[in-house]
């Protein structure tokens, strides 16, 4: 019952005011924790107000019109993220962030320390766990069905199906397949046809 007043009285404002959220309507994240530690300081106080999905208030996401996300994925809604996309982050669909991780797209010029260098994008597949406190740093490419390791440093690609740890962050072994059946989540709201294909990845 709760979660349904919770829902009735806080999420339609989320859903509103977040147009790229989706996750699901119940027992994901409640409502009133979003309204209070991420639409208010996003909304109100101006951080992070141009992020179109909930930023936790301690964590920092620069250039957000430089990145492109998938569903079940919110960079940024851990504690203590920094994401910056000058050069463009592509995140997939099912991602999370642990609490510290950094996730940086362009590095300062070696002769100019107020500008920042071009690149490639970053590049992050589906179905990819960061754990705590790694750093992802420029023209990366993660692959499909990762873990990275806590306090690691991803400065090289990472194959799909992997595990993969340390700093430098080496794939240490093989990852199976991911088992979740994403077609029985019932989302916050409806999700565009272009993520079918992936709901239905593991059905």
């Known amino acids: 019952m709760f979660r349904k007043i919770d829902f009735f009285f806080f999420g339609w404002i989320i859903n509103w005011l977040y147009p790229q959220y989706y996750r699901p309507k119940y027992g ?16 109100i106080f101006k951080l992070n107000a141009k992020v179109k999905w909930p930023v936790h208030y301690t964590s920092k996401v620069h250039a957000p019109e430089n990145i492109e996300k998938g569903i079940l994925c919110d960079p940024g809604d851990s504690i203590n993220n920094y994401i910056q996309a000058n050069n463009g982050i592509i995140f997939g669909s099912n991602i999370e962030l642990g609490p510290g ?17 071009k690149g490639e994008p970053i590049v992050i597949g589906d179905n ?3 754990g705590a406190n790694s750093s992802i740093l420029p023209e ?5 069905n990762v873990i990275i390791g806590a306090n690691s440093v991803v400065a090289k690609d990472i194959p799909s199906n992997s595990i993969a740890v340390g700093n ?9 397949p991911y088992s979740e059946d994403f077609s029985k989540i019932v989302f916050n709201k409806n999700v565009p046809s272009k993520f079918d294909l992936f709901l239905n990845s593991n059905v």
């Open 28 to 43: 994901y994240q409640r409502y009133y924790i979003l309204f209070f530690h991420y639409l208010i300081p996003q909304k």
């Open 101 to 117: 991780v950094a996730i940086i797209s362009s590095n300062h010029d070696v002769n100019n320390f107020r500008e920042h260098s």
């Open 128 to 130: 990819v766990w960061i």
């Open 140 to 144: 990366v490419t993660i692959g499909n």
């Open 168 to 176: 430098p962050c080496k794939v240490t072994k093989e990852k199976t």
